[in-house]
Every structure is written in C-alpha cells, then in structure tokens.
C-alpha cells in the first residue's frame, strides 16, 4: 500500500473507531458552524453570483487580480503570470494576493476542463468561509488531545474560530489573511509530530508533511511563509530543547534545525524557476518596524467598538483597525482576570494555581506550543517597542453608549451577578483565606507591577530594543525582513498558544469543582463567549453584504460604448495609479471609486490595464511606465512589450479638475507629485480628440510613435 493511501486508511480507521459520543460532538460542531456561518453570510448564499465582502481598496482589487487572471487565457508567459495590471509587464501570481492556492488550480481547470471562470468570486468566497468550519474542527481535535473536557472544548471550538484577529480581516478584504485554520492546523501538525516521538521515521514522514504544509500556506499568501513556518519550528526547536538529553533528542533538533531551511529553500528553489522578475524586486519594502505596524500591548485587552461586553481593561488607542486586532476575546480575558484576582486574594487558589501551571510547564508538548507562541508575539513588537502609545482604562464590562433593553439589562445582571458569586462560591469551596504577603513577595509584585505600570502607561515616550526578537538578530545579515512590515500579523499563533494556557487551567479547576462550579464556569463560558460570536457574526454581516461590482449585470453599464476593443492592446486610464512596487518616489495612489471603475471596464472590455495596484512590483516597471505617461518616454524594453495596436485612453474629467485630490502626491513627496500632474496632461499633450464618452469618462484612441 502506497504511503498516501496508507494515511487515507488511518484516517477512516481513526473516524471508525472514534467513540459514537466524540462522533456527535463532531456533527454539533459542523452543523452548529455551518448554521452561524449561513446567518452571518445570508446574503451570499442567497445570492452568490452577485455578492462580495468588501468594495474598496485592497479587497476589490483581490476579486479583480482573482477574476480577470483566471479569465485571461494562458499565455506564453505561462499558467502562473498575470497580465491585467501594469501592462505589458505584468506580474506573477505570487503578488497578486489572489490567492494562489486558490486561484493557479481554478485557472487551470478553466483552461483545460470546463470554463467556470464565471463563478470565481462565489467560489472563491465559499473557500475562504468553509475555513471558519475546517477552523472549528480541528480546534475540537487539539483541545480532545490536551485535556479531557469535552463540553469545555465544544465550547472553545464553536466560540474561538469567530473571536480571533483573523476572521476580521474578511470585512476589510484581505480574504486569505483570515484564514484561521492555518495557525490551527499547525498545531495539530505539531501534535502528530509529537505522538510519534517514539518512531523516529514517522517523525521524518510527519516532517516532509509539514514542509508541504508551510510552502501551501505560502501560496495561500506571502505572510504565512514566514508566520506559520517560524511558528511550527518555534515548536519543534522547543520540544527538541526540553527534551534533548532523552532518546532522538539530537535527532529531533536536527529536523528542527532542517526544516525552516528545507522549506524555504524549496520556495526559493519555486520563485527561482517561476518567477522571471526575481532578480528586479527590491530587497526590503518600506514602513518596516512602524508603530502602526506592529502589535501594541494594551490592544492585546481591547475590545473593538462594536462589542457588547468586553473586558473592563482597555487602551485608549482603538483596536478597531485591521493591522492592530489584537484583542484575546471575553473567555480568555476573564479567566485571566479571575486567575490574577484569586491569586491575590487567597493563598489556596494562589497555590491550586501555581500547582496547575507547574502541571502544565512540566509537559514539553503544552509549554512548546505556549513558548512558541509567545516567541511569535515578541517578533510582533518589533524590533523597538515606544512606550507611551496607548493609555489603559477601566470601564464598565459593557457598553454604555447604546439605551438599555429589558433583554440587556437582564444578560448583563445575570452575567455580573454570576461571577461575582462564582467567585464567592469558589473561595468558599477553596476554604478562602486571605494571608498576609511576605516581605520578599510584596518587594516582587510591587517591582513587577511599577515594570508593566511604566510600560503600559508611562506618560515619557522610551524606545525598548526588543533583543527577545529573532528578526533583531537577523537583520544584521539581510534586509529581506523588511519584506515583512506587517509584523503585527505574527501575533495570530499566539492567540491560540494563550488559550491553550488558559483554558487548560481553567479545565483543570473546573475538573475538581463541584457541580456548583462547572455549571457556573459553562454559563459564564455560553454568555461571555456567545455573545461575542453574535457581536462578530452581525459585524461581519453588516460590512460583508455588498453587492459585486463586477457581475455582469452590473458591467452592463459599458454597452452604450461604440468602441471595436479588439483594436487596442489596452487601457490607460487618467487620472493614472501605479502603486505596490515599494518606491514611494515612484508611487501615485488611486482614486477609489475611479480604480474600480476601470477595473470594471477592463473586464467588459477583455483589455489589460497599464495602471498597477499590486505588491511587491519590480520598481523599474513603476519607473518604465511613469515615464511613458508623465514623460512620453518609451524604454527600449517597454517598447519591444507592445504591440502596433494603439492604445485606449479612458479619462475621468471631473477628477482631473482638482489638482488638490486626495490621490495626488503631497508637496512633501514633490518628485512623486510632479509625476502625478505631468500625467494628467496626457491626452492635452497629444492633443487627443473623444472616440466615445460616458458620462463624465472620456474615450481617446492613442498610437504609438
């Protein structure tokens, strides 16, 4: 029996064996996700063809690289090259964030199979959700393996897929970043690593299995190269520490030293072969290490403002925005919160407690994967971490802002009441008794606490070198870091790692109360997480049901055009964009609404777009173009791309009457700036008389000298 047909009948043996009890709690989650999922993307399902999550910015341009590169017939360039934006250059899949795990086999089969080219965006969107489900279940797995609680681990796994930092990025279109399932599905790896300790060839045969995960969540996006590589080693060279003096200990960290190099020098060994214009990207991308890019530690406690009740603690800075969710969500925080506040108050839950992290940290398995996490979570700090950029305070556990309804005010009582005799009953039940600290321990706490006091909230701005960061090591030795800038993203694992810490204590106290206690710990659990899922889930609704620019009824709007498009080789649209190449002397930001408007009309109109809204793109193409639209210059190189077909000018006259537009360049950026007007002198240069209009768009035919 072949190996992969081998792990396809362990497998189906596994779910045969499994108990009839683990089977139903499997179907209730499934089912139970397939139901929030449903109600939190009604309108998607109910109409798929015309529904998109997001209409601006990033996230049209994704359903756009998705649409128009699994429509284009396959050139010479190849399965993987991508010709509807900064035409005739180009780019490949791999900067395109459309995803192209997703997007290369969709293509593919368009090409080859049966063209559903059509139905990529509903697609599309049905792959990123379905990970909301994939999420859970292998959520439930772990937390089975970790401790044995299976309706606290129901719980989690019906309630976590929801709450993370991932799933907000739907909304604001940066699909494949939310895709939960990723950090998930490595731990398990990880776990499965681990369960063979003994069989040093299965551990190999695991190893090969996660190489090929790390190098599929690259192709899922650029990001996970690093995040979910660093973190699955992060585990094995942690276990391979704890255990290094047992049998295969030398062996392990071998294959934990092997692995980030074997897998990257596979995806070198890819981009090498497939991508030609490797040798033009720049080294690094700029707005590395900027504080907007990185995880702030107050914004690890604060809620976002669409929360209903949320933990009492939170920074003044909102944690609303994209690039810094970090919040932990309500079940983790709080459990927090009674762990640090019954430490303080009784010496038998300060020792019941000590005893438990003891059990847990003993384990090299649980403290691998929390250590791993946390090292991802300094790498997310950055290389220098301010001081001073967020001032915590505490608020009421719910909002205030919105009038009480009878339904609020009874959940909030219930809830406060609740834990407040929750604690009560658990002192109680812990023989409470309030002690007096020691010299040696107040010295400790108050030392402890001036430290985070003065971190957190110090009102003297100090730039801390974070030396706990590997990338501060390896800066030293290459720029490519850089590449990274979005580096609060590397605090996703942790996220999980945390639960895993915190709910393994919680399990443990809740497996040795009484009756009294774990219905508590369960309610508290249905209501703090329950309601956060609802506050989430109708969020996501309400900025996900958006209706898809690019169906076809809605590019219906170009069919009073009288234009023959098979005569042109493509469109240069006016007021120009050309961003993503990391040159910010060469970068002219676009106009919205005007960006998708021409993407629409290039899909209408089957034409290629010489404007770019990419990343990653080799600056000299920026350069190239620039040049021909701001300067009439035409490289050797650019010229030899074209064809003798002319070219479309396709020009918005209201957005070229106000030179003070958002789009063009500040008078601080004045090369960039003198670019960006040169170019909306296009058509007056050449004296370009309309071939056809719509509305405010002008229509111009321009041939090449």
Known sequence: MCLKNRYVFRVLLYFCVMS?????????????????????????????????????????????????????????????????????????????????????????????????????????????????????????????RLWSADLISFLLAMTLPWIGPQVQRIWCGHYNLSLTSLPVIAIALFIIWYENRAYIGRQIWVS???????????????????????????????????????????????MAILLPLLTIGVIIVLLQVTDVYLPLRKEAAMGYDWDEQKTILSQLFTHYSFHRVFFPLYSSKSGDSPELNAYLGNIGLFSFGFMFMGSLLSKTIRLRLRDIQKEFFADPLKKSIFFAGLLLLLISFGEKYNTNKAVFRFTFPFSLEHPFTVIKLIVYALTLSGTIFGVIFYFRSARHNVVTPTLKERILVTLIAAILIYLLVAQYTVAITNILNPFFYLHFFTKRVEQFRSIARFNWPFFWTFYIWVMYTIVRLYQTSGNKIKTLIVVLMLLLGGI????????????????????????????????????????????????????????????????????????????????????????????????????????????????????????????????????IPSANQAIARALCLRTLKFVERHQLHPIDSIGVNFFYSFSLP
């Not at 209730?28 to 993307?41: E, R």
């Not at 498009?565 to 120009?576: D, E, F, V």
């Not at 089957?606 to 193409?621: E, G, Q, V």
Request: proline content about 5%.
């Open 532 to 663: 956060e899922v609802a506050d989430n889930s109708l969020y996501l609704t309400k900025r996900t049901k958006k209706e898809n620019p690019f169906s076809v009824v809605n590019l219906q709007q170009f069919k009073p055009l009288k234009i023959d498009y098979r005569q042109y080789q493509a469109i240069l649209p006016l007021p120009y964009y050309i961003a993503g190449s990391e040159d910010y002397t060469h970068t002219i930001d676009d106009n919205d609404d005007y960006s998708t408007y021409t993407m629409q009309f290039s899909l209408f109109s089957k034409l290629p777009l010489m404007a770019c809204k990419m990343s990653r793109t080799p600056p000299t193409f920026s350069v190239q173009l620039l040049d021909f639209v701001a300067n009439d210059q035409i490289s050797p190189e650019f010229k030899s791309r074209l064809n003798h077909k002319p070219i479309l000018i396709m020009l918005n006259k209201d957005l070229l009457k106000d030179t003070n537009a958002s789009f």
């Open 208 to 254: 090969c299995v996660i190489v090929l995960f790390c190098i599929t969540a690259f192709l899922v996006h650029g990001y996970y190269m690093a995040i979910i590589t660093l973190f699955i080693v992060a585990m094995l060279f942690f276990y391979s520490a704890f255990t290094f003096k047992s049998v295969w200990g030398k062996h392990r960290m071998t």
């Open 20 to 144: 009839i009890k683990t089977r139903y709690w499997y179907l209730l989650i499934v089912l139970g996700q397939i139901g929030i999922v449903y109600l939190t993307f009604l309108y998607f399902f109910q109409h798929p063809a015309n529904s998109v999550f997001c209409t601006y910015g990033d996230g049209i341009k994704n359903y756009f690289t998705l649409q128009s590169f699994v429509s284009d017939p396959i050139s010479t360039g190849g399965i993987l090259k991508y010709n509807y934006f900064a035409y005739p250059f180009g780019d490949y899949v791999y900067y395109t964030d459309n995803t192209a795990l997703f997007s290369v086999p969709f293509r593919w089969y368009c090409q080859h199979i049966h063209d559903i080219s059509a139905y990529a965006i509903p697609a599309f969107n049905f792959f990123i959700i379905s990970n909301i489900i994939v999420c859970a279940v292998v959520a439930f797995w772990i937390f089975q």
